[in-house]
């Protein structure tokens, strides 16, 4: 079994702590000392089956780290369903209450408002598009209707 110097550990610790704030931040319904915890697993279980000879320790570590973290998500973390309002004044009222909300910039909220008429994002105003989407995302992560806006947002983005 591999025997890791204090240095070694204090830099996994580092690691741990980093990454579990990281996804802390990510999902703010688990808390951080639960990812911290998974996080001490499992550079417990990557010491324990680290060999030297196939590479450097941390990014071993780290990889089991993003490992436990998502597989402990896909157990744990239960998405609500997505439901889009089928009235549109329902969905114009949530969101002239988000825009009104939300610091966005005039060009900002016009984005949102064309993207919301035509369902493409404008030509013109791309980039601030997307940066209001980006708040709006740090903001509203649990709202169901803007879930569902931001996941049509990032696939048309793939394509």
């Given at each position: 079994m591999f025997r890791a110097t204090d240095q070694q550990l204090q830099s996994l610790l580092i690691t741990a702590e980093k990454l579990s704030h990281h996804y802390a931040k990510k999902y703010p319904d688990i808390d951080y000392q639960e990812f911290y915890s998974i996080a001490q697993v499992a550079i417990t279980k990557a010491l324990q089956q680290y060999n030297p000879r196939k590479g450097k320790l941390l990014p071993r570590v780290k990889i089991f780290i993003y490992e436990r973290f998502?597989?402990?998500?896909?157990?744990?973390?239960?998405?609500?369903?997505?439901?889009?309002?089928?009235?549109?004044?329902?969905?114009?009222?949530?969101?002239?209450?988000?825009?009104?909300?939300?610091?966005?910039?005039?060009?900002?909220?016009?984005?949102?408002?064309?993207?919301?008429?035509?369902?493409?994002?404008?030509?013109?105003?791309?980039?601030?598009?997307?940066?209001?989407?980006?708040?709006?995302?740090?903001?509203?992560?649990?709202?169901?209707?803007?879930?569902?806006?931001?996941?049509?947002?990032?696939?048309?983005?793939?394509?």
């Open positions: 998502n597989r402990y998500i896909n157990q744990t973390q239960v998405k609500p369903p997505c439901t889009i309002p089928k009235d549109t004044q329902e969905a114009e009222i949530i969101v002239k209450k988000i825009l009104h909300t939300i610091r966005l910039t005039d060009k900002q909220k016009s984005a949102v408002l064309y993207y919301l008429q035509y369902k493409e994002p404008p030509k013109d105003n791309r980039h601030a598009f997307y940066n209001a989407v980006k708040k709006i995302r740090r903001i509203y992560t649990k709202s169901p209707f803007l879930e569902n806006f931001i996941v049509e947002v990032e696939n048309e983005n793939r394509t």
